[in-house]
């Protein structure tokens, strides 16, 4: 199945106790579509600046990703840089330059209006209710959010949740738009709010899946070197999505095959800085991370 994914393709700049690099790969529509490229076709709606690196382009046109939703816009790229202590659960924003990120405005070409699975990440949920009016109704919409949004847009998100199958939040955030401490009765009251199931991301410390038909707890995969989080939440959505469009039926036995290679894709991504780990393997080594995890969580 086809997956549209509209979002942020980024340059970043990141510093953290293994090393700094500076204007690197970056944004979530970017972890998002290579993590989920090794599992089927993603076609990626976003824009860049007049600055944006032809070889990172080119670099995702090689991944087999769908570049033409990309508009080059007059202006710079979206800039965010940040840092990273030894607690890399917890990123310190330094600054955030939108540029031409700040009047995205997404417009769907035609060619790909009628995707199978919509990913929609962390923009705007009215920039999402945009998006989700210009296309055929796909068998399966996803969304992320982040802090910004549930603070500034919570009714236009709320309402929009109605309208999605999987909703994906990380901790901090899940807590914040249930108003519960407790991430099971978070996601159970997130869930009342429209969603038909919630993915909780919690980091080095797993994942919640919580629907109506069921819920589901898994670890994250245990690693020894973590370099650089940035974008792991989307490389794990990626993971997550990418695997269900190869699914003939999307059921819970899927979803919870799904969230385990989404875990592992997350376990890849964080052992290098932007993007450069995830485009050194191949399917073996994600099938080899699934036999470990599968061991590892045997009992």
């Given at each position: 199945?086809?997956?549209?994914?509209?979002?942020?393709?980024?340059?970043?700049?990141?510093?953290?106790?293994?090393?700094?690099?500076?204007?690197?790969?970056?944004?979530?529509?970017?972890?998002?579509?290579?993590?989920?490229?090794?599992?089927?076709?993603?076609?990626i709606?976003?824009?860049?600046?007049?600055?944006?690196?032809?070889?990172?382009?080119?670099?995702?046109?090689?991944?087999?990703?769908?570049?033409?939703?990309i508009?080059?816009?007059?202006?710079?790229?979206?800039?965010w840089?940040?840092?990273y202590e030894?607690?890399?659960?917890?990123?310190?924003?330094?600054?955030?330059?939108l540029?031409?990120?700040?009047?995205?405005?997404?417009?769907?070409?035609?060619?790909?209006?009628?995707?199978?699975?919509?990913?929609?990440?962390?923009?705007?949920?009215?920039?999402?209710?945009?998006?989700?009016?210009?296309?055929?109704r796909?068998?399966?919409?996803?969304?992320?959010?982040?802090?910004?949004?549930?603070t500034?847009?919570?009714?236009?998100l709320?309402k929009?949740?109605?309208?999605?199958?999987i909703?994906?939040?990380?901790?901090?955030?899940?807590?914040?738009?249930?108003?519960?401490?407790?991430?099971?009765k978070?996601?159970?009251?997130?869930?009342?709010?429209?969603?038909?199931?919630?993915?909780?991301?919690?980091?080095?410390?797993?994942?919640i899946?919580y629907?109506?038909?069921?819920?589901?707890?898994?670890?994250?995969?245990?690693?020894?070197?973590?370099?650089?989080?940035?974008?792991?939440?989307?490389?794990?959505?990626?993971?997550?999505?990418?695997?269900?469009?190869?699914?003939?039926?999307?059921?819970?036995?899927?979803?919870?095959?799904?969230?385990?290679?989404?875990?592992?894709?997350?376990?890849?991504?964080?052992?290098?800085?932007?993007?450069?780990?995830?485009?050194?393997?191949?399917?073996?080594?994600?099938?080899?991370?699934?036999?470990?995890?599968?061991?590892?969580?045997?009992?």
């Amino acid at each position: 199945m086809s997956i549209l994914v509209v979002g942020s393709v980024a340059l970043d700049s990141i510093e953290t106790p293994f090393g700094k690099k500076d204007e690197i790969l970056g944004g979530s529509a970017t972890f998002f579509s290579i993590s989920a490229s090794f599992f089927g076709k993603v076609n990626i709606i976003a824009t860049v600046g007049e600055d944006f690196p032809k070889r990172y382009l080119q670099l995702l046109k090689e991944r087999g990703i769908g570049t033409n939703g990309i508009t080059i816009a007059k202006g710079k790229t979206f800039r965010w840089e940040g840092r990273y202590e030894y607690d890399m659960n917890i990123a310190h924003t330094l600054a955030t330059h939108l540029n031409v990120f700040q009047d995205f405005a997404p417009e769907i070409p035609h060619a790909l209006r009628n995707p199978n699975i919509l990913f929609l990440a962390n923009i705007d949920p009215d920039l999402q209710e945009s998006v989700l009016k210009q296309v055929k109704r796909p068998k399966l919409i996803a969304c992320d959010s982040m802090n910004h949004w549930i603070t500034s847009k919570k009714r236009s998100l709320e309402k929009f949740l109605h309208k999605v199958d999987i909703f994906l939040l990380n901790d901090a955030e899940a807590r914040q738009f249930s108003g519960e401490s407790n991430l099971m009765k978070a996601a159970k009251a997130i869930t009342s709010k429209g969603p038909k199931s919630v993915v909780i991301k919690k980091g080095e410390h797993g994942v919640i899946y919580y629907s109506r038909r069921g819920h589901f707890v898994a670890p994250a995969y245990p690693l020894e070197y973590v370099h650089d989080p940035t974008g792991a939440g989307d490389t794990f959505a990626g993971g997550v999505i990418g695997y269900l469009s190869r699914a003939k039926k999307i059921d819970d036995a899927i979803i919870r095959k799904s969230m385990v290679y989404g875990s592992i894709m997350a376990s890849f991504a964080v052992e290098d800085f932007s993007v450069n780990r995830l485009l050194g393997i191949k399917l073996p080594d994600i099938n080899r991370r699934y036999a470990d995890f599968k061991k590892l969580t045997r009992f």
